[in-house]
């Protein structure tokens, strides 16, 4: 870093010298930081309040080393908030419940095996009460079309479909 030759008139504000000297030569230290222009210009501003605080601006021996210590401890400090501010916001992977949309491994087996069931069952009911179950609950039809397209009553369609909720009722009850 080149040093700034700066003659400050007779009388002048300690404080106003600082300012003029060190301005620009802190504002270039921030920025090899890689700090946005907000940030350099509000460490800036820190370092300029915390000399007015100690009230060292005419009474320094060295002001170069203690504006540019002043200005690191700033970046060090506010890079510790950050990491803090970040390491509390984080979340431990083991903690996260991510939803998936697709069944695990061990549920697309459960679900295949219910479905073995459910086709079992249905293989062993009479094939009426087979076709208005499948028609009423995978087709959608009503029990009036059901009992159209049968050439039944309508009673005896919800006997049918009854019979075959019945049928499956029993492979919830028993341990799959």
């Known amino acids: 870093m080149s040093a700034v030759l700066y003659f400050p008139r007779p009388g002048a504000d300690p ?8 301005l620009s ?3 270039r230290f921030f920025a090899g930081y890689r700090l946005s222009a907000a940030d350099i210009d509000d460490l800036t ?10 009230g060292a601006s005419g009474s320094l021996r060295k002001p170069d080393a203690f504006v540019f210590t002043l200005a690191r401890n700033l970046v060090r400090d506010r ?4 990491h803090t501010r970040a390491a509390a916001a984080t979340v431990r992977f083991e903690e996260i419940e991510l ?31 087979c076709q208005a179950f499948v028609l009423h609950r995978v087709h ?14 309508v009673s005896m369609v919800e006997k049918h479909i009854m019979a075959a909720g019945a049928a499956l009722r029993q492979i919830d009850s028993q341990d799959i």
């Open 79 to 82: 890079a510790r908030r950050l």
């Open 15 to 22: 404080l106003a010298v600082l300012y003029a000297r060190f």
């Open 140 to 153: 959608g039809d009503n029990y009036a079309q059901i009992a159209h397209d049968m050439g039944i009553s």
């Open 45 to 54: 501003q820190d370092v300029f309040v915390r000399l007015i605080g100690c």
């Open 25 to 27: 030569p802190l504002q």
């Open 99 to 129: 939803p998936c949309e697709s069944l695990t491994p061990e549920q697309q087996i459960v679900q295949r095996e219910r479905l073995h069931h459910v086709m079992v069952v249905l293989a062993g009911l009479k094939p009426a009460t």
